[in-house]
């Protein structure tokens, strides 16, 4: 199989096959001039873009130093950020795509599909919410999702090959079909050269496996050329995706070492935090005193923010009886849906945070 297929699971009078012919040759990439120096090549990379309203945009070295995030996340919200050409917004809320951002999307969706509904007005997510079908069901977040009435189109992202799971796609398009029955449903996946299963399809349904060596020069062709700050938000994507295969943390902190002349915040990566014991921990504290308490901090992600809830959830019901952490139930709370205000920096950030509560019937 070659490294970029696509599955259609409906006739294709209706849709074209898709791009198995394309090379998956990875593009040099788009370096600063040596005679810009480290200082230049920084300056670019810390300073913030402006978006269309005028609110900063983070710039990647301040991300970078900021929040311990993985590769993915980072390249995730460099992405969206470029996309949307505004502040990285909470999980699961719908934005307008800029119109580069657009422009982008629409060759994004010719390349995975040979169509575009450049046309129609879109809805952008980032940190797609696909709930579960039942209680024991976590459900799942693809990475970025692109919204039409008649039409939801997913993007999983990734930079670590390791970090394919079994089952994930799959599972992202059965979801998918249970919350937008009517819809159209397309799933593109955007990794690093590597095989992966095709998962199973049915009506309405198209995948795309696309390598980010056929997805760079869209993003250099959109945004390369652009003011210094945009070009230093696609130099810091392109300088992750160039270290692919490398020590991440390694390499974060390389990219740091003059951060501080730039008066860049840099977290403490020596505070490795056990997010599960943790969490566990305040259901404790919580079963003593009654009192609702936020998990501050946690995954990079809405679907591991989920299964950490599922996985809290399933510690506390095996836990003493008579104790007092078996009376502590985990939830998710969502800004949009909850009500009240965010308990935690990350609540806040982002819109979502696990919360522990004592049960009234305890």
């Not at 809830?309 to 008579?322: G, I, T």
Request: charged share 25%; aromatic share 6%; net charge negative.
């Amino acid at each position: 199989m070659s490294e970029t297929s696509v599955r259609i699971g409906v006739p294709d009078l209706l849709f074209e096959s898709g791009p198995s012919a394309l090379s998956p040759t990875l593009r040099e990439s788009k370096t600063f001039p040596e005679s810009h120096g480290q200082m230049e090549r920084l300056r670019a990379w810390s300073l913030p873009v402006v978006s269309e309203v005028g609110v900063p945009v983070e710039g990647p070295l301040h991300l970078l130093g900021r929040l311990r995030l993985g590769r993915e996340e980072y390249c995730q919200r460099l992405l969206t950020m470029l996309i949307l050409d505004a502040p990285y917004p909470r999980w699961n809320s719908h934005q307008k795509p800029s119109e580069a951002g657009s422009r982008f999307l629409q060759s994004l969706d010719r390349l995975c599909f040979q169509s575009s509904t450049e046309d129609e007005p879109a809805i952008f997510v980032d940190e797609f919410d696909l709930p579960g079908r039942h209680d024991d069901e976590p459900g799942g977040a693809p990475d970025q999702a692109i919204l039409w009435p008649g039409r939801v189109w997913m993007i999983e992202l990734k930079t670590e090959t390791g970090s394919h799971r079994e089952g994930q796609l799959g599972g992202y398009l059965e979801l998918a079909r249970h919350h937008y029955p009517e819809c159209q449903i397309d799933l593109t996946y955007l990794t690093p050269p590597m095989r992966t299963p095709i998962p199973a399809t049915l009506a309405q349904m198209r995948f795309a496996h696309v390598n980010w060596g056929q997805v760079r020069p869209l993003i250099d062709e959109t945004w390369g050329r652009g003011e210094e700050t945009q070009q230093g938000l696609v130099q810091g994507l392109f300088s992750a995706l160039d270290s692919i295969g490398s020590d991440w943390p390694r390499w974060r902190q390389e990219q740091l070492r003059s951060a501080a002349v730039a008066g860049i915040p840099q977290v403490d990566d020596h505070v490795a935090a056990n997010w599960l014991a943790l969490a566990v921990r305040l259901a404790d504290q919580t079963g003593r005193d009654g009192r609702q308490r936020a998990l501050d901090g946690g995954p990079e992600g809405l679907e591991e923010l989920k299964q950490l809830q599922v996985q809290v959830r399933d510690v506390l019901q095996e836990s003493d009886p008579s104790g007092p952490k078996r009376s502590v139930q985990p939830w998710l709370w969502h800004a949009d849906t909850s009500g009240g205000h965010a308990l935690t920096a990350v609540g806040a950030e982002t819109g979502w945070e696990m919360r522990l509560s004592r049960l009234r019937s305890a």
